[in-house]
């Protein structure tokens, strides 16, 4: 089955600076990434996703890139700001089964 | 529009009792599904339904959970007995697509279990 990690776990950063979080996914017939946030006793929300025929997909503040090749990708969130604190999961799926990374948990200092 | 409603939000019991948690997915969501999410981790799916049928139940311990979706609506996911790593968030999601797990997810808050 496919098997997604996810790094870091933990990221702080400065209110107004960027964060990045990585991932790379085993199964090469993976076509659909997407990214969810999690805030405390909430459960996760879709936030950005994107799909294998594509290489990068921007939203505002939020981007995410595809590399097929090495198989992996990545969130981009500029410009951060306190309400971006929160655990980020990212995912893959081949059509059949949606499988998560572990999580980062990103703090935004002010 | 009504998200995804889950009973109860905390539970607490001891190991070897039992426990039901409900779901009532997005209104006309086809699909339904129970993830497990242990602290620390990400959601691991326990049972996916698609209306009253089951999709995919290959990671549900089938020897101490079960789930139901009646009428293809409401879900209930039962654990008898619990055991001490059951300790974790059940997260019931709904989603409007049948066949492929592409698109978004409508994930309700959770019920969280503590077994001591």
């Known amino acids: 089955g496919e098997n997604v990690e996810q790094h870091p776990s933990t990221l702080s950063v400065q209110e107004g600076d960027s964060a990045v979080i990585k991932c790379t996914y085993s199964?090469?017939?993976?076509?659909?990434f997407p990214w969810y946030k999690q805030e405390l006793g909430k459960g996760p929300q879709l936030i950005i996703d994107?799909?294998?025929?594509?290489g990068e997909k921007k939203d505002q503040r939020i981007a995410v890139t595809l590399n097929k090749t090495a198989k992996h990708f990545s969130l981009h969130i500029t410009e951060t700001q306190p309400e971006d604190s929160a655990v980020y999961f990212c995912?893959?799926?081949?059509?059949?089964?949606?499988?998560f990374g572990a999580g980062t948990t990103v703090t935004v200092r002010a | 529009e009504a998200g995804v409603a889950q009973s109860p939000r905390y539970k607490i019991i001891e190991k070897r009792q039992s426990v039901a948690f409900w779901c009532n997915p997005i209104s006309g969501h086809a699909t339904l599904y129970w993830y497990q999410q242990i602290l620390g981790q990400g959601p691991k799916l326990l049972i996916q339904?698609?209306?009253?049928?089951?999709?995919?139940d290959s990671q549900l311990p089938k020897d101490r959970f079960s789930a139901e979706r009646l009428k293809g609506v409401d879900s209930t996911l039962k654990i008898q007995p619990a055991k001490l790593e059951d300790s974790a968030v059940y997260l019931c999601a709904s989603s409007p697509r049948t066949g492929k797990n592409t698109g978004e997810l409508f994930f309700g808050e959770g019920s969280r279990l503590t077994v001591l």
């Open positions: 199964d090469s017939a993976s076509n659909y």
């Open positions: 339904f698609q209306n009253n049928g089951v999709v995919d």
């Open positions: 994107i799909r294998s025929n594509v």
């Open positions: 995912a893959a799926t081949n059509d059949y089964k949606l499988s």
